[in-house]
């Protein structure tokens, strides 16, 4: 298996423009995770999902922050419009729910988000 | 929600030295505690994980020893080398169909000096 993939691994944006960052999790996981890495708050859970359902999305900083997962093998994080706060590595995260074997959360390359 | 701290934010040791990294948390109801390595411009990755059942676990050189009541864990990495720098982050999860759902430390910036 290829692992977690996302898409694009960097994507530099002017502020107020809509950025969508993508993931695909390893196959036969049922639980995807995206995170938030930056300096000042370090790695944060933003939302997750179990089986295409999200869970809590809590972590979500605000409105303009919003995600789908419309089948098992893609997921979506969207930002409409971006701010230069958003500036931050993303990444996407899955593992498999227990009963599955391994409950590891394995984590993607990341996305390098810069909004100018 | 769960608020995880860990100690020290940066950690210098020698070749062969060994180094601790402590954390602690605030949830009683988590049960799942992994620790994963993230090199620089790279993802993170779990080195070790232990489960609130367990008081201790050890894979070669890492072992990780976990005590609920006081709800703290901690990191040893033993007979350190220089490819063991890097930046650690411990995390609690509350694990059942939530294992990946983790609260991050805020990382431990290990340098092991040849």
């Known amino acids: 298996d290829a692992g977690v993939i996302q898409s694009p691994r960097h994507e530099v944006t002017e502020m107020g423009q809509e950025v969508t960052l993508r993931c695909k999790p390893i196959?036969?996981?049922?639980?995807l995770f995206w995170y938030r890495q930056t300096m000042m708050r370090g790695l944060e859970l933003l939302i997750y999902f179990n089986n295409n359902v999200p869970i809590d999305d809590s972590g979500m900083p605000e409105d303009r922050f919003s995600a789908k997962m419309p089948n098992a093998s893609f997921s979506t994080l969207k930002i409409q419009p971006s701010e230069p706060r958003d500036s931050a590595v993303y990444f996407c995260?899955?593992?498999?729910?227990?009963?599955?074997?391994?409950?590891?959360?394995?984590f993607g390359q990341g996305t390098r988000l810069t909004v100018v | 929600g769960e608020n995880v701290e860990q100690h020290p934010s940066t950690l210098s040791v020698q070749e062969g030295d060994s180094a601790v990294i402590k954390c602690t948390y605030s949830?009683?109801?988590?049960?799942?505690f992994p620790w994963y390595k993230q090199e620089l411009g790279k993802r993170p990755q779990l080195i070790i994980d232990?489960?609130?059942?367990?008081g201790e676990k050890k894979d070669q050189r890492i072992a990780v020893t976990l005590n609920k009541t006081a709800k703290h864990f901690s990191l040893h990495i033993t007979e350190t080398q220089p490819e063991d720098s890097a930046v650690y982050f411990c995390a609690a999860s509350p694990g059942g169909t939530s294992y990946g759902k983790l609260t991050f430390g805020q990382g431990t910036i290990l340098t092991v000096h040849p």
């Open positions: 949830d009683s109801a988590s049960n799942y």
């Open positions: 995260a899955s593992s498999q729910a227990p009963g599955g074997g391994n409950t590891e959360a394995f």
């Open positions: 232990i489960r609130s059942n367990v």
């Open positions: 196959s036969g996981h049922n639980s």
